[in-house]
């Protein structure tokens, strides 16, 4: 069966690249899982989205990815993040912690945006370092 | 000791010291290139991969009509971006970079657009700020060491005013780009509008594919179109930070260079004096001894 290239890229460096069987992203839509052959197309990603890069023999690839877009064309899948980390990357104890802190500042003020974005950038880390959340 | 020579050796003195000083200075910045050109390399990926994807959009939604890719037909005010560099010491860098600004200031002057400068580094804000010039924004603080996030700043601050009823209608960007470690030049880009290149050879590999867009075109366009403008702004801000090193490392590679050839010439003189002192000496002892000689010959 064909592979899937994949490639993903923050501003600051390349993050993975490599041969996958299925790509799962989640997008402002909502999830989308692509498998060779799919369709071109381009989808906007959520902010603190977990992308779950299914290969052939190894492990699943879990990466926290934050905004950006995912792009899909001839076979070739390339997730364009704003920021992103790999699961095994993650520092799991100062990403609870950030996560308690942002949600600390959520409970006191309701509509501190920042705040939000900071709990579900983290909340996503921490579900790729495979944590519950 | 003569005073000459006093003279000459504390010159040398002072020379050689700083000798010492720019040769370090030399050393640094060339393991700063190094550094520097890792980042730009290391962020060649992402903007290749932005750009095929706002080609794509752009290529499959007929008509493109987004704010950021539409041009006014009467463009009143423009935004130049200069990018600078916080420290000296880096030979004609900054005022190669002021000198093509200046140029481009009067070329759209000419035309009737008013223009607003947009300044990233010390250098630039210090010579704009002396000039009692307006700035439309200042950054300052990063230029050796430009982040992500710094350029998302400098983009945000430039497409609010983009956008911003009464605003500016169209954004340059002044930098310097990074040839080689002995080429650097200083280019001028429009990134405001965004120029929508239709190329008419068809692309290497086939004709590009039609995507299907999530959620929509207009959506997806509305989101990739501040990412790219962020994209291009981030790899300015890298390709300037490594060009000013290599400009310090050659301008600080010829003071060395003049130093060491003031020290030759001083030593070389110094060396002088002290014959002609030393000579000057013996010929008056030897004066004195036959003077003495003669004297004492004379008694007898």
Known sequence: MAKLQVGVVSPEREIWSG????????????????????APVIG???EGGVLRVKRDGNADLVAAVHGGFISVAANEVSVLAEA?????????AAAKDALQRAQAAIESSQDDADAQLEAKRNAARLRAAGEEV | MGAQLRLLRRRIKSVKSTAKITRAQELIASSRIVKAQQRMQAAVPYEREITRAVTGVVSNTSSVDHPLTVAKENPARAGVLIIT?????????????????????????????QVTPFVSGRKGVGWHAFRHREMGGQWVGFSRRPSYSDAKEI??????????EGGIDEIHIVSTEFVSMLTQNVV????????????????KDGPLPYFEFEPSAAAVLDSLLPRYVESRIFSALLQSAASEEASRRRAMKSATDNANELIRVFTQQMNQVRQA???QEISEIVGGANALADAAAGKE
């Open chain 1, 84 to 92: 992103a980390e790999l699961g095994s990357e993650v520092d799991v």
């Open chain 2, 85 to 113: 560099s916080d420290s000296g010491f880096c030979g004609g860098f900054n005022a190669n970079l002021l000198r093509e600004a200046e140029a481009l200031r009067g070329l759209l002057e000419s035309r009737g657009i």
């Open chain 1, 44 to 46: 906007v990603l959520v």
């Open chain 2, 277 to 279: 002192e030393i000579t």
């Open chain 2, 188 to 203: 001028v880009n429009r990134i405001l509008p965004l120029e929508v290149v239709e190329t008419t050879e068809a692309p």
């Open chain 2, 155 to 164: 983009a945000d601050a430039l497409i609010e005013s983009f956008k911003a």
């Open chain 1, 19 to 38: 041969e996958a069987d299925m790509v799962i992203a989640k997008t402002v839509e909502g999830e989308i899982g692509i498998m060779p052959n799919h």
